[in-house]
């Protein structure tokens, strides 16, 4: 099983965001799924009940969850070319710091970046 990444494809940032880091997938480790996919289909029935909008979420190869921050800094070091900076946001502290930046910026996403009127994906 992959991991796999639930993304808002109706948010312009998140959606560049995965634009920009698929191509660096270099081994296939990741799978990328809009929430929007989820909630039609319902396909995933662990994210129920969660708020899957708020932050972004990741189903690691061994089933377990990660959100936000956590999730984040997990892709960037399956990802060869950006492993070396999911290595870093391991570093004792850093999540203290990274967590609240994380959360804070994505509140305020649709506020700086807009939103899409249809996903995109």
Known sequence: ????????ATCPFC???KKLLKPLDWLNQVKWVSVQEVEINGR??????R???????????QGELKKGFSAIR???LKLPPVSLVGMIFYLPGISRLGSPLYIGFSKRRYQWFG????PRY
Do not use: A, C, S, W
């Open 44 to 49: 995933y029935p662990y994210l129920e009940g």
């Open 74 to 76: 997990l892709l960037l």
């Open 115 to 118: 939103q899409y009127d249809k």
């Open 1 to 8: 099983m992959k991991n796999i990444v639930f993304y808002d």
């Open 15 to 17: 959606y560049r965001v």
């Open 51 to 61: 708020n899957i909008l708020e932050e972004i979420h990741l189903l690691t190869e």
